[in-house]
């Protein structure tokens, strides 16, 4: 008998009929949904926001998920409603077989904090499979001598639903001789028998086909047919009988091969041919068809592939035995399967954290581990562990769950990673262990500060360096991770001998060379200290500081300086040597200073020219001067001396003063004394009366510019009110004078002399009057013929008599001395 596809029996009606069977419990922590077979992806089973607590947003938030044992996943959350959904196809049959009832076991696990629910899935049964015969045909030999009434039983058809959905009824088509009694039993469920109704002649009919239908109880009704070949024979009249109509053993799993199970056996007390008995199944489980096998003389059920108790913990066999006549007898042999320690123990990692900041409080949970043994019983109790020397412990937490947690100080520059291992035993015998490692790597936070390779630096340089030289290179580490372990440096804002720091000396940020910014005076500034600050790039930046102590060392480069005698200008000083100085007495010193220090300022003194070689000789180190023989009188009176004052450095540099000795025992015997004096106060006597002779022509100067220029103004007022219009025609102007806006003439040069007189200790100042003195009065203009006359132009004879007296002969003085002026021209 052919089966039609069982998806194309599932009524339309079950999709709708699934919403009202959904069932919602919550007890103790676990959650139990019901939901029929065969849905489609998608179909909503339950609302687990409701049956949390929880909305969607805390759903997604805990990172809400669902864990199978297996390895298909049924049911899964939608996150954007908080539904528990259909994931796939979920066949009762294949799961569960014929058992009763049938359910899923799976967690849903929340995290922070961790929580751990069980859900427990019924699936319920509904009529997706047709009940099926065996074989499509079905062979009986009977006996043409059979009575009427004889029963022959026949192979049931098995339906791999449950309840009302299995086999409920059978039904026989119309023929002439047989007719279907239906019986019930607790062992068999639904069978039948064909009853001979009409006697057989198997010399008109040999064979006889039958049409057996079974229907099963679900709705819409499902069947499945077969046909009965009936082969008439000769009589058998006793049926075989099982000693047994159930047989039950227990089987451990993975037993060997050739293993047998169970022998069942039917007697049948005919003789011959008729009282063999030969023994076949009649129905297999669908996961035993490639297990077990009969031996169809001996009745022996053998092991024939691997069983394991993970995957089916109980068959249930029927077995049919048939003698040579045809006639059957059925029996049903049940197998436990008896579970052995043969799984190890599984370690499943649900959650886990990594990196850890290396600040993370001691109990901070980094992952979630759950344990699975497929085994049952003792041999399913597992312990965990992991090892001692690792700041991380297992902490027990949901069934055979654990949270891996920190424990202690976590410091990533000490041990930047970790391998955990984490090792199972289970309690079977023998016991069986797994192992699985985590590696868990520590993420760095910024937790160290800069720590310089020297407590303080020292550091020499050499005045006169020359700019942006390198004079020394600071180092600090950093133990952190990336921009937390960057160091960059910089000088302290500070002030050194009332500078700042960065008009001496830079720092390169990146590495830490120090460079000298101006060259280093060793006369000014002989050391210093500065600060440099190292500084990481984490956050919050960590910090720290060193002291870098700067010696500047000396170069030659300063020349001795003479402090004694005195060497300025023209003066000069005289020692005096008494004429009874004898040799080795001192008669003078000099001295001198080199600012440089140390060998550099080491001086040594010589005489390079004297008036008398032989006379005195100087200290090489302490420059005294002393006389080398006893004086005599024909010894010159004066001697002048040249000392060389030398340092040690190198290069040397050295220098020279003179020195003047006075050999005599009574200064006023001295003329050359005398005119010195004189002529050094004659010299200050001019230099005063030179100053206060400046001071009053000054004064006697701007005095004359006032005067003149009050008196110009006046004498302009007047003359534009006499001929104010009058222009004088260019023609009539001596060459050497120029008009002044139309007022009267002015010579272009008008001069003055100053001079000092020679030859004496005072100086004059003369005011020398003009190289011209002709120039015309303010009240005279020139006539047509080019001679002064008085102006009368815009005035009356009344105005002529009352102008003063004095004016008019001052214009006749001017016209005569005018007119003598123009003969000399003309000769």
């Known amino acids: 008998m052919k089966m039609k596809n069982k998806r194309d029996f599932l009524p339309q009606q079950v999709y709708c009929l699934a919403f009202f069977t959904v069932i919602i419990q919550l007890c103790l922590g676990d959650i139990s949904y019901s939901v029929l077979e065969e849905m489609k992806r998608g179909f909503v089973i339950g609302k687990l926001t409701e049956d949390l607590g929880l909305n969607v947003e805390a759903l997604r938030a805990r990172r809400a998920r669902i ?108 023929n ?16 039948c028998e064909i009853v001979l109704e009409n006697e057989l002649d198997r010399e008109k009919q040999a064979e006889v086909s039958l049409i057996l239908t079974a229907y099963d109880g679900g709705t819409p009704q499902r069947s499945g047919t077969a046909v009965i070949q009936v082969t008439v024979l000769d009589a058998n009249d006793n049926v075989p009988v099982f000693t047994q109509a159930v047989y039950k053993v227990s089987l451990d799993e993975n037993a060997p091969l050739d293993t047998v199970v169970v022998q069942v056996t039917a007697n049948d007390e005919d003789e011959g041919p008729y009282g063999e008995v030969t023994y076949e199944f009649t129905h297999v489980p669908d996961k035993a068809k490639n297990s077990f096998a009969i031996d169809n003389i001996k009745g022996e059920i053998k092991v024939t592939g691997p069983i394991d108790f993970e995957e089916a913990p109980f068959f249930e066999f029927r077995i049919r035995a048939e003698d040579g006549a045809g006639q059957a007898a059925h029996c049903k042999v049940l ?76 410091d990533r520059e000490d041990v930047s990673e970790y391998n955990i291992t984490i090792t ?30 020297q407590q303080s630096y020292s550091t020499f340089v050499t005045e006169n360096n020359t700019p942006g030289i390198s004079i020394c290179s600071i180092i600090a580490s950093d133990p952190d991770w990336l921009q937390n372990g960057t160091v960059s440096y910089s000088l302290m804002s500070e ?35 500065v600060h440099v600050v190292a500084k990481d790039s984490g956050s919050p930046q960590l910090s720290s500081n060193v002291t870098v102590s700067v010696f500047v ?48 300022a080491w001086l040594s003194y010589q005489i390079v020219k004297s008036t008398d070689p032989g006379l005195f000789t100087i200290g090489l180190h302490n420059g005294e001067i002393r006389a080398k023989r006893d004086i005599s009188d024909s010894d010159a009176m004066k001697q002048n001396l040249v000392i060389l004052v030398k340092d040690n450095g190198q290069p040397s540099h050295s220098t020279t003063c003179s020195v003047y000795l006075l050999i005599s025992d009574n200064l006023a015997d001295v003329p050359e004394l005398k005119d010195i004096s004189t002529r050094e106060n004659n010299t200050h006597l001019t230099v005063i009366l030179i100053i206060s002779l400046a001071a009053v022509s000054f004064f006697f100067l701007t005095f004359i510019v006032v005067i003149i220029a009050v008196r110009f103004c006046q004498r302009g007022k007047r003359r534009l009110l006499l001929d104010g219009a009058v222009a004088i025609p260019s023609a009539y102007f001596p060459t050497s004078y120029a008009d002044v806006v139309g007022t009267g003439t002015l010579r272009h040069s008008y001069n003055y002399d100053a001079f000092l007189t020679t030859g004496s200790s005072t100086s004059d100042f003369k005011f020398v009057r003009s190289y011209n003195e002709n120039t015309l009065p303010a009240d005279c203009k020139i006539n047509k013929n080019g001679s002064p006359e008085l102006d009368v132009q815009n005035g009356t004879e009344e105005s002529l008599q009352s102008e003063d007296r004095k004016s008019d002969e001052s214009c006749r003085k001017s016209e005569k001395e005018y007119n003598r002026k123009r003969r000399v021209d003309k000769e």
């Open 67 to 174: 864990d199978f044992q297996e390895s298909r996943r049924y049911c899964d959350i939608k996150l954007e409603t908080g539904e528990l959904i259909v994931n796939e196809r979920i066949d009762r049959e294949q799961l569960c077989g014929q058992r009763p009832s049938c359910a899923l076991n799976f967690e849903l696990f929340l995290e922070n904090p961790f929580e751990l629910h069980r859900i427990i899935l019924e699936i319920q049964d509904i009529n997706d499979n047709s009940p099926v015969f065996p074989r499509d045909v079905l062979k009986r030999e009977i006996r043409e001598s059979a009575d009427r009434g004889a029963r022959f039983s026949v192979d049931e058809a098995h339906d791999s639903d449950i309840g009302i959905n299995s086999v409920k009824s059978y039904a026989l088509a119309a």
């Open 176 to 191: 002439d001789h047989f007719v279907l009694a239906v019986h019930t039993s607790a062992d068999r469920g639904k069978y």
């Open 335 to 410: 197998v436990h399967i008896t579970d052995i320690n043969d799984n190890a123990p599984a370690v499943l990692i649900k959650s886990l954290n990594t990196p850890i900041p290396e600040n993370s409080p001691s109990g901070t949970e980094v992952a979630i581990i759950n344990i699975q043994d497929k085994d049952s019983g003792t041999n399913s109790k597992v312990s965990c562990s992991i090892q001692e020397n690792a700041p991380f412990r297992l902490k027990p937490s949901i069934k055979n769950y654990y949270s891996l947690v920190t424990e202690g100080i976590l």
């Open 424 to 453: 199972v035993t289970d309690e079977g015998i023998p016991p069986l262990s797994s192992s699985k490692t985590l590696q868990l790597r520590i993420s760095d936070t910024n937790d160290n500060a800069p720590i310089f390779s």
């Open 495 to 529: 002030d050194i001998n009332g500078a700042p720091v960065a008009s001496l000396l830079s720092i390169n940020r990146d590495n830490g060379v120090i460079h000298a910014v101006k060259p280093f005076d060793y006369e000014k500034l002989r050391n210093f200290k």
């Open 553 to 600: 060392t000396d170069q030659n480069d300063n020349s001795p300086q003479i402090l004694y005698p005195v060497q300025s200008g023209s003066s000069f000083m005289t020692e005096v040597v008494p004429k009874a100085a004898r040799a080795g007495s001192l008669v003078s010193k000099v001295i001198a200073v080199d600012a440089d220090s140390g060998q550099n």
